[in-house]
């Protein structure tokens, strides 16, 4: 599989407290498939990563948002952790980001509650989608169909609920990931 997101760039918004798991276990996924993985956040040198409320290891940050052109990237990934998902939703070049991928059909992957951006951006009325069980009313209140599911999958969106749904949630991402390049491929 090593191969198949090969030439992808997909950018890994996050900030401080997100939520450990949901950040490295995807991107090791995707650096196992191929792509290129890129951490974006509000301020360079290091986000601290957390384990529920406990701090763990530091990731580098490899370009800032004011730097970042979402032009640039195949997909976004959007870790949660409430800390940075609330953070990021409050950061208006985070939201205009995640619009202009979405707006270009771009596959979005999210997870627990990094999709908080996505309410905030406005993007998540008529879709359909999950999240951690604590922000569902958010979702359905910005006018989502949101679901009690390990993953869900509508249109060029992914979405997963929490750490323990991560091993699903790399594979329909990796899947949307790989039929989106294909088709871009193809396009081309």
Not at 37 to 64: F, L
Not at 101 to 119: E, F, K, M, N, S
Not at 141 to 156: H, I, M, P, S
Not at 168 to 183: G, K, P, S, W, Y
Request: hydrophobic share 40%.
């Amino acid at each position: 599989m090593s191969e198949h997101l090969e030439g992808f760039r997909v950018a890994i918004l996050a900030t401080d407290l997100f939520e450990e798991s949901e950040l490295i276990e995807p991107r090791k996924a995707l650096d196992e498939a191929g792509a290129k993985t890129v951490v974006i956040a509000p301020h360079a040198g290091e986000i601290q990563a957390v384990r529920h409320d406990e701090k763990t290891q530091k990731v580098k940050v490899d370009m800032t948002l004011a730097d970042a052109d979402p032009d640039q990237f195949d997909a976004v990934l959007l870790p949660g952790g409430a800390m940075n998902s609330d953070a990021l939703r409050r950061d208006q070049l985070a939201q205009e980001f995640v619009r202009r991928i979405d707006q270009t059909r771009r596959p979005v992957a999210v997870i627990c509650h990094g999709g908080w951006l996505l309410i905030s951006a406005r993007l998540v009325r008529g879709r359909h989608l999950t999240s951690y069980k604590t922000i569902q009313d958010d979702f359905r209140n910005a006018g989502a169909f949101w679901a009690d599911k390990e993953v869900v999958r509508d249109g060029n969106w992914v979405s997963s609920r929490q750490p323990a749904d991560i091993p699903r949630f790399n594979q329909e991402m990796i899947n949307l990931f790989v039929d989106h390049h294909v088709r871009s491929r193809i396009a081309a």
